[in-house]
């Protein structure tokens, strides 16, 4: 099932998720809407908050195939290291892109699908995707780690987006 995804400035996108405690039938639901959603909107990630679920929950598939999708609960950034600025954007921010700085390497924590402790490395696009995803968990978008030329650059698309909001 398709899910409507939040755009900013919706609150949800600012609040801390709360952890999973259990890996229910109910969340392997919301994680595979999720990702049906995903690639409908042509994303390679989505985190819970994303959909209005204040939960530790994101979905990924940064393959080239784009049939391998992730499913990981409590996610956290370990290790990282090295800096790499790229272009971002992000589906709950529709229309706004900007460099943002990230690790190059981390290692990824938390419990895959099936409830089990996971430990990834990643580079490259996982890196960042897993970074972008678990910010959405504690309340970060991306637009909130922009340089200050950045923010001037985005600024008109973001107040546009403020402004539709209040409409």
């Known amino acids: 099932m398709l899910l409507e995804v939040k755009s900013y400035p919706n609150p949800v996108l600012k609040k801390m998720a709360v952890e999973v405690k259990e890996v229910t039938p109910e969340l392997l639901k919301l994680a595979n809407d999720m990702i049906e959603t995903m690639y409908e909107k042509k994303g390679v990630g989505l985190a819970a908050p994303q959909v209005g679920h204040s939960i530790r929950l994101i979905v990924m598939d940064c393959s080239d195939s784009r049939n391998k999708p992730m499913v990981f609960f409590n996610?956290?950034?370990?290790?990282?290291?090295?800096?790499?600025?790229?272009?971002?954007?992000c589906l709950?921010?529709?229309?706004?892109?900007a460099k943002v700085q990230r690790f190059a390497e981390i290692t990824m924590t938390g419990l895959n699908e099936k409830g089990e402790a996971v430990a990834i490395p990643?580079?490259?696009?996982?890196?960042?995707?897993?970074?972008?995803?678990?910010?959405?968990?504690?309340?970060?978008?991306?637009?909130?780690?922009?340089?200050?030329?950045?923010?001037?650059?985005?600024?008109?698309?973001?107040?546009?987006?403020?402004?539709?909001?209040?409409?």
Do not use: W
């Not at 709950?92 to 892109?97: F, W």
């Open 122 to 167: 990643a580079c490259d696009l996982y890196s960042r995707c897993f970074q972008h995803e678990i910010d959405h968990l504690n309340g970060v978008l991306f637009i909130d780690r922009l340089s200050p030329i950045q923010k001037f650059k985005v600024r008109k698309l973001i107040n546009d987006l403020e402004t539709q909001a209040v409409s």
């Open 92 to 97: 709950s921010v529709p229309g706004v892109e």
């Open 75 to 89: 996610p956290v950034v370990k290790d990282g290291s090295g800096k790499v600025v790229d272009t971002e954007g």
